[in-house]
Every structure is written in C-alpha cells, then in structure tokens.
C-alpha cells in the first residue's frame, strides 16, 4: 500500500505540501444525472417550473460551487480557476450534467469538476422538489482528466 498524503508522521490529517509540484496545465470533466418524472422533465423543457429556470439555476449553482472546493472540502487545495463549463441536456426522464474545469495549477481539478456537477445536481432537484420528491441523483462521476503527475484518464 502507498503512503497516505493527507496523513503526516504522527497520524494528524494534514494538507499535501505541493509546492514541489510544477505548474502545468490541468483539466478535468465530471458527469452526473438526476432522474425525474416525465412530467416533471417536461415542465424543465417548456419553461414552467415554479422556481425559474431550473438549467440556468442549476448552471450558475456548478460554476460558483467548483470556485468554492477549497472552502468545502477538508484539505482540499483552493485553485486559482481558468475555465469552469457545465452543460445540461434534458432527456424523456432526466437532466444530464457534464462540467469541465481547468486550471494552470501545482495539482488537479477533479475535485471541482465533481463538486461542479453535484452543486447542479443538488439544485435541479431543490428547484423541482415540490412537485417530484422521487427524484435522484446518480451516477456522479470523474469521467476525464489531463496533466499532472499522475498523467491522463478517461473512464471506460
């Protein structure tokens, strides 16, 4: 087993030391969906929700929550963001999240590219949890990321 990182010598929680690192560019994606009546899409696509716009909302709510990680996430190193993207598609029963983040860093942004689509997620279903409490969120997951020691990924 490797060592831990965020583990020092005498077993304390610590943040990783990254200064060592060199500064290159870095990207990640992250997908997720939440799950919904048809209905309940529709009122999505057709402008009708209560709330607002749910896609604008839910855009915003990803870009600002990815800028925050540092703050939300113990031990997490706060980034200084280049680019943060979310895309939305509504399907017959879903909304389909997709962010990207990017940053010329010391270490990657995986982490804001998952908090990004979790944030959107969390505010679709805030939005529309009046009239669908069957909704769910799933399938938050890294789906890509370049740069860094740990080299390039992409999941099957």
Known sequence: MSELTHI?????????????KTV??????????????????????EGQAAKGDV??????????????????????HPLPLD?????L???????????TART????????EALTAVSLAALTIYDMLKAVDKTMRIEAVRLTRKAGGRSGDFSAP
Do not use: F, W, Y
């Open 55 to 76: 896609l604008a909302a839910a855009r915003i709510a990803g870009i600002m929550a990815a800028k925050k990680t540092g703050e939300l996430i113990p031990l997490c």
């Open 24 to 45: 290159t560019a870095r990207e990640a994606e992250a997908k997720g969906r939440v799950v919904m009546k048809a209905e309940t899409a529709a009122l999505i696509r």
């Open 89 to 99: 598609a509504v399907t017959e029963n879903s909304v389909e999240i997709h962010a």
């Open 83 to 87: 680019a943060v993207s979310i895309n």
């Open 8 to 20: 020092g010598p005498d077993g304390a929680a610590r943040m990783v030391d990254v200064s060592a």
């Open 104 to 111: 010329t860093s010391r270490t990657g942004v995986e982490m």
